[in-house]
Structures are given as structure tokens and as C-alpha cells.
């Protein structure tokens, strides 16, 4: 079954004790993103890859990194989480992005609590 | 910058009755899209709209997408309790990588 796969789907956690939230995808896409949903604003990108070691940010990328070290997995991790960062995640991927339209797979979401 | 917005925000109907949500994007694109969230769940693709003119129609749901105006709707018709969501249109402009969101509308369909 085509899926994106996030872990974990929830988690607690304390200012400052890094954490990373995993992304995995078994359709052999080219293309990843990471997305939190805040409520009253949406969703908005934090960074987003066009393919393994290329990596960009999106809109909200503060206080986040990503690494693309192999096509199935694009994993997000928080250094040093802050309250702010409290939101839920959710990780897409799709075969490209360009000229041409290609569908966007939704991962189930990570709601991260930060206290 | 890309903006999308959506009204209303919020909306409260009552089974069997007509509605429409209503999508307005700040530049040039022929790629918007809507989704649909339950409570604590993911994004669900409901249609994907890719040129000047599109409909598309499932079930008591129909969007339709108008590139001239920057406008796109989601009609509903006939409401039924099953269609409590939040629904979200997006926007891909294709250049910058990304799907702009707009803030979504939360529907509460009422016996």
C-alpha cells in the first residue's frame, strides 16, 4: 500500500531536549515537504526537498532542520524545541514538483507538545 | 507573495441545505486544490482542479475553479451531518515548491 509514514504520532517533550520526527514514504517519490497546521493559520511549509541531499526552506523554517540522506526518508528534527514549536506536523511527498501537476501524499501527522 | 483566503472562516448549517465556501488566491495559477481534515486526522484529497473552467462533482460536493477571477468555490449541496469537516483549499503556483494553504473553513452540519 502507497503510504507516508510518520513517527511518532504523538509526543510530550521539554524545552530544549532535541528531538527528530521521522518521514517515510514507500512510492519511491523525488519529492518531500514537511508542514505544521497551527490553528487560524493553516498549513505552512517548513522546508521541503527536491530530492536526496537537496533540501530547501519554506516559509517557517526557524528552529528546524531536515536532512535527505536517503529518497525514502526525510526526518525533521528539533535541536533545541521550543513552547512555540508546539503544533502538529505533517509530512507529504510526491513524484516532482514543476510544470507538471503530481498528487501530494499526506503523512497521518506528529502532534508535539513542547512545555 | 502568494495569499490564499477563504470565507467564511467558520460556518454552521443545517441538513439539507445549499452552501458554498469560497476561495480567493492573490496571483497567477491553474493548480488549486482541496482537502478536507476530521479532528485530529490528515489532509484528504477531495479534487484537484488544473485549468480555467474546471468542475468537478462527488457526491453532494462540487468545486469549480475560475483562473481569471483567482477564484475558487466548493458548493455543497444538500448537507448531510457526514460533511462536519474543515475543509482547506490550496494553491500551487509550481515555481516556488510548495502548497499555499488557505486558513480552512470549519463546517458544522446540524440535524
Known amino acids: 500500500e502507497a503510504q507516508v509514514t510518520q513517527n511518532p504520532r504523538y509526543l510530550i517533550t521539554v524545552t530544549g531536549k532535541k528531538l527528530t520526527v521521522t518521514c517515510s514514504q514507500n512510492?519511491?517519490?523525488?519529492?518531500m515537504s514537511w508542514y505544521r497546521q497551527d490553528p487560524g493559520l493553516g498549513l505552512r511549509q517548513i522546508y521541503y526537498?527536491?530530492?536526496?541531499?537537496?533540501?530547501d526552506k519554506g516559509d517557517v523554517p526557524e528552529g528546524y532542520k531536515v536532512s535527505r540522506k536517503e529518497k525514502r526518508n526525510f526526518p525533521l528534527i528539533l535541536e533545541s524545541p521550543s513552547p512555540n514549536q508546539t503544533s502538529l506536523y505533517f509530512c507529504a511527498s510526491s513524484r516532482g514538483w514543476g510544470a507538471m501537476y503530481y498528487e501530494q501524499y499526506f503523512g497521518p501527522g506528529t502532534r508535539l507538545t513542547v512545555t | 507573495e502568494l495569499k490564499v483566503e477563504q470565507n467564511p472562516l467558520f460556518l454552521s448549517m443545517q441538513e439539507g441545505k445549499n452552501y458554498t465556501i469560497y476561495c480567493n488566491y492573490s496571483?497567477?495559477?491553474?493548480?488549486l486544490y482541496w482537502y478536507r481534515q476530521d479532528p485530529g486526522k490528515s489532509l484528504e484529497s477531495l479534487f484537484v482542479l488544473l485549468s480555467n473552467g474546471a468542475v468537478k462533482q462527488e457526491g453532494r460536493l462540487m468545486a469549480s475553479l475560475d483562473t481569471k477571477a483567482r477564484l475558487s468555490t466548493l458548493h455543497i449541496t444538500a448537507a448531510v451531518h457526514d460533511l462536519s469537516a474543515t475543509y482547506f483549499c490550496a494553491v500551487d503556483e509550481g515555481s516556488n515548491y510548495k502548497l499555499t494553504f488557505g486558513k480552512g473553513t470549519l463546517l458544522t452540519v446540524n440535524p
Open positions: 496571483t497567477t495559477s491553474d493548480r
Open positions: 526537498s527536491m530530492n536526496v541531499e537537496v533540501t
Open positions: 512510492m519511491n517519490h523525488e519529492y
